[in-house]
């Protein structure tokens, strides 16, 4: 392919543009986007790569030229430091292919000039960019139920996600629907071909973990009886989720980061390097940040994997959705068989706040239809839900029980002051943040 170089900084553009040529390409340089149009206006072009940021016409301004003019089927690749993510994604909207974060190893463009390559080559005289890389026929907003404007952003979000290869790290409580947006993403994208595979990292004690993600040889310790291989090796070429990311142990967090950020990892008690051919989509219900101040997560990692953000509201901020996800759970829960809720039920649900989410609402719908059969009622429904609530009260009163109720209250009050930030909410009750985090804890808030 003619490649076309575009960046500001000479080392990073020669080193870039030596490595293309031993890969076969024909390749030149520009170093700001006027050159750029100007080799442009002059010869013919398959791919652009181009920095974000340079001087006389940036990035996006070049995007634009191109896309808007008669080059628009001339593909661009943007290159991008992990503070302008923001202005990435504006530009994938705007037509590019694709976006690298700075720092990267050249040998990082090679897979998505390869994507290009073979798309262009199956693309017919009457075909588009869209039909070459339909990957699933249900649109997303077929799989995702929702008409609330708080979705309307990760509902975009995803769509980008799904047409990129960039990392993506998916925030929001437990129960909102992490592990299905990471699947849609997957489902979409030009991997879906090749295999998902989720890891809850949650489920391994730290010991084992390190196994569980690299595979492991026989004999490297008691009880791997034969070689194994790992979750990296078993999602080659597709999708490697990792749901609680926060929980891997700090100490495991470095071959982690080596293995998104060189692709390369060994097995357990192995020396050969292995090639990692994964897109990762992480998630977590934590905030990462506190983590990283209070030395549990590494910073690096974190930039590695916070490069598509995508979070997702709980329901209770997205209550407008409700009745459509009621229709869509109970037909899932039912299957072929007939069912009717009451339009009073449905009001019963609206006035819940929904700790649990999505989730609570599946199993509170799956317990009523199960005891209430084909029709479920106001009073199925309030009595479910009112045994719930029974259940998180304590088991005993007096003044213990009603100290434990106040703390409980001022610890939520500073969490939510605070945005969730709790080493400013621990600042503001004149708590030490470990303390705060052992209450959190212990009241059932972390």
């Given at each position: 392919?003619?490649?076309?170089v575009?960046?500001?900084?000479?080392?990073?553009?020669?080193?870039?543009?030596?490595d293309l040529a031993?890969?076969?390409?024909?390749?030149?340089?520009?170093?700001?986007?006027?050159?750029?149009?100007?080799?442009?206006s002059a010869?013919?072009?398959?791919?652009?790569?181009?920095?974000?940021?340079?001087p006389?016409?940036?990035?996006?301004?070049?995007?634009?030229?191109?896309?808007?003019?008669?080059l628009?089927?001339?593909?661009?690749?943007?290159?991008?430091?992990?503070?302008?993510?923001?202005v990435a994604?504006?530009?994938?909207?705007?037509?590019?292919?694709?976006?690298?974060?700075?720092?990267?190893?050249?040998?990082d463009?090679?897979p998505?000039?390869?994507?290009?390559?073979?798309?262009?080559?199956?693309?017919t005289?009457?075909?588009?960019r869209?039909?070459?890389?339909a990957?699933?026929?249900?649109?997303?907003?077929?799989t995702?139920?929702?008409?609330?404007?708080?979705m309307?952003?990760?509902?975009?979000?995803?769509?980008?996600?799904?047409?990129?290869?960039?990392?993506?790290?998916?925030l929001?409580?437990?129960?909102?629907?992490?592990?299905?947006?990471a699947?849609?993403?997957h489902?979409?994208?030009?991997?879906?071909?090749?295999?998902?595979?989720?890891?809850g990292?949650?489920l391994f004690?730290p010991?084992?973990?390190?196994?569980?993600?690299y595979?492991?040889?026989?004999?490297?310790?008691?009880?791997a009886?034969?070689?194994?291989?790992?979750?990296?090796?078993?999602?080659q070429?597709?999708?490697?989720?990792?749901d609680?990311?926060?929980?891997?142990?700090?100490?495991?967090?470095?071959?982690?980061?080596?293995?998104?950020?060189?692709?390369?990892?060994?097995?357990v008690?192995?020396t050969?390097?292995?090639?990692?051919?994964?897109?990762v989509?992480?998630?977590?219900?934590?905030?990462?940040?506190?983590?990283?101040?209070?030395?549990?997560?590494?910073?690096?990692?974190y930039?590695?994997?916070?490069?598509?953000r995508?979070?997702?509201?709980?329901?209770?901020?997205?209550l407008?959705?409700?009745?459509?996800?009621?229709?869509h759970?109970?037909?899932?829960?039912?299957?072929?068989?007939?069912?009717?809720?009451?339009?009073?039920?449905?009001?019963?649900?609206?006035?819940?706040?929904?700790?649990?989410?999505?989730?609570?609402l599946?199993h509170?719908?799956?317990?009523?239809?199960l005891?209430?059969?084909?029709?479920?009622?106001?009073?199925?429904?309030?009595?479910?839900?009112a045994g719930?609530a029974?259940?998180?009260?304590?088991?005993?009163g007096?003044f213990?029980?009603?100290m434990?109720?106040?703390?409980?209250?001022?610890?939520?009050?500073?969490?939510?002051?605070?945005?969730g930030?709790?080493?400013?909410?621990?600042?503001?009750?004149?708590?030490?943040?470990?303390?705060?985090?052992?209450?959190?804890?212990k009241h059932?808030?972390?």
């Amino acid at each position: 392919m003619r490649i076309l170089v575009v960046d500001d900084e000479k080392i990073k553009r020669v080193t870039l543009s030596d490595d293309l040529a031993t890969q076969g390409h024909e390749v030149e340089t520009a170093c700001d986007g006027q050159e750029a149009i100007d080799r442009l206006s002059a010869a013919t072009f398959d791919v652009v790569v181009s920095d974000l940021k340079m001087p006389n016409v940036d990035g996006i301004e070049l995007l634009k030229w191109i896309k808007q003019g008669p080059l628009a089927h001339v593909e661009v690749v943007m290159m991008t430091a992990y503070g302008s993510i923001e202005v990435a994604v504006e530009a994938v909207k705007l037509g590019a292919f694709d976006f690298v974060t700075k720092p990267f190893r050249n040998d990082d463009i090679f897979p998505l000039l390869a994507r290009i390559e073979r798309q262009q080559k199956e693309k017919t005289v009457a075909g588009t960019r869209a039909e070459a890389e339909a990957v699933d026929e249900a649109p997303i907003t077929d799989t995702i139920v929702t008409e609330s404007p708080s979705m309307d952003r990760v509902m975009r979000m995803i769509e980008i996600a799904a047409r990129t290869d960039a990392n993506v790290l998916l925030l929001g409580e437990t129960g909102v629907g992490k592990d299905l947006i990471a699947s849609v993403i997957h489902r979409h994208s030009y991997r879906s071909g090749f295999p998902y595979v989720k890891v809850g990292c949650t489920l391994f004690p730290p010991q084992l973990i390190e196994s569980e993600l690299y595979g492991h040889e026989k004999g490297s310790f008691t009880g791997a009886e034969s070689k194994r291989k790992g979750r990296f090796d078993l999602a080659q070429g597709g999708t490697l989720y990792l749901d609680d990311v926060d929980d891997i142990p700090l100490e495991q967090q470095s071959k982690l980061l080596r293995a998104i950020e060189e692709k390369v990892f060994e097995k357990v008690g192995g020396t050969v390097p292995i090639q990692a051919d994964v897109r990762v989509i992480a998630s977590t219900k934590q905030n990462l940040l506190d983590k990283i101040d209070d030395g549990t997560f590494r910073r690096d990692l974190y930039y590695r994997l916070d490069v598509l953000r995508i979070t997702i509201p709980p329901l209770r901020e997205r209550l407008d959705d409700l009745p459509l996800l009621v229709d869509h759970l109970m037909k899932r829960i039912a299957k072929d068989q007939p069912y009717e809720i009451d339009a009073d039920a449905v009001d019963v649900l609206l006035r819940h706040d929904w700790p649990g989410n999505i989730r609570e609402l599946y199993h509170t719908l799956e317990r009523a239809w199960l005891v209430g059969a084909d029709h479920i009622t106001a009073s199925l429904l309030t009595a479910e839900m009112a045994g719930i609530a029974a259940k998180k009260k304590p088991a005993t009163g007096g003044f213990r029980a009603a100290m434990d109720h106040a703390e409980r209250q001022l610890l939520a009050d500073a969490l939510t002051a605070a945005g969730g930030n709790k080493t400013a909410a621990a600042e503001a009750l004149g708590m030490k943040a470990s303390t705060f985090r052992d209450k959190l804890a212990k009241h059932g808030l972390g």
